[in-house]
T-cell receptor
Framework: KAGVTQTPRYLIKTRGQQVTLSCSPISGHRSVSWYQQTPGQGLQFLFE???????NKGNFPGRFSGRQFSNSRSEMNVSTLELGDSALYLC?????????????FGPGTRLTVL | AQSVTQLDSHVSVSEGTPVLLRCNYS??????LFWYVQHPNKGLQLLLKYTSAATLVKGINGFEAEFKKSETSFHLTKPSAHMSDAAEYFC????????????FGKGTKLTVNP
């Protein structure tokens, strides 16, 4: 069974631009969660989607948004990029909502904002 | 609010010697606790989980952790380190109270010397 895939793996943008990251969960998994990882703040929860609905949201500004499609693939969007948005963005999938015992992570998308 | 504190940002051991990675938690509820490992340029992998069953939890790759309520600790141990154990380790608690999101510690980077 293929693992969680994230595209692109690396991305360079400039301040003020917007970016869209994609996550394809493991086949059959219906929940996708997103995390931001930075050296200063560590790993922080962004949001979780289950069956195309946002189920939970972390403490991030409205510039960070996401969505989930009917095939469970998820995208996250960051608008008006700031230097501080440079980070590794990880997504994780699980079969059911809030089933954190079985959450599988992708390799991440490394975003650099110049 | 639930939180975890990883007491060491870096731990260095020699191959074949024991590993101890320390984690203290703070929780108003009976916590669910996890240890995840992140190898360079890879996503996170679940090592083990505590969900109020046995206090000594065995995980993958010879790791185990003991939940000690009196000390609010959940330290990760391994009897004999292997070179392949070099990675970053994260102690994680589930934030209850409706959100059920993962709250990560800052991480401990483990170096294994030959």
């Amino acid at each position: 069974k293929a693992g969680v895939t994230q595209t692109p793996r690396y991305l360079i943008k400039t301040r003020g631009q917007q970016v869209t990251l994609s996550c394809s969960p493991i086949s059959g998994h219906r929940s996708v969660s997103w995390y931001q990882q930075t050296p200063g703040q560590g790993l922080q929860f962004l949001f979780e989607y289950f069956s195309e609905t946002q189920r939970n949201k972390g403490n991030f500004p409205g510039r960070f948004s996401g969505r989930q499609f009917s095939n469970s693939r998820s995208e996250m969007n960051v608008s008006t990029l700031e230097l501080g948005d440079s980070a590794l963005y990880l997504c994780a999938s699980s079969q059911n909502a809030a089933n954190y015992n079985e959450q599988f992570f992708g390799p991440g998308t490394r975003l650099t904002v110049l | 609010a639930q939180s975890v504190t990883q007491l060491d940002s870096h731990v260095s051991v020699s191959e074949g010697t024991p590993v101890l990675l320390r984690c203290n938690y703070s929780s108003s509820y009976s916590p669910s606790l996890f240890w995840y490992v992140q190898h360079p340029n890879k996503g996170l992998q679940l090592l083990l989980k505590y969900t109020s069953a046995a206090t000594l939890v065995k995980g993958i790759n010879g790791f185990e952790a003991e939940f000690k309520k009196s000390e609010t600790s959940f330290h990760l141990t391994k009897p004999s380190a292997h070179m392949s154990d070099a990675a970053e380790y994260f102690c994680v608690v589930i934030a209850q109270g409706g959100s059920e999101k993962l709250v990560f510690g800052k991480g401990t980077k483990l170096t294994v010397n030959p």
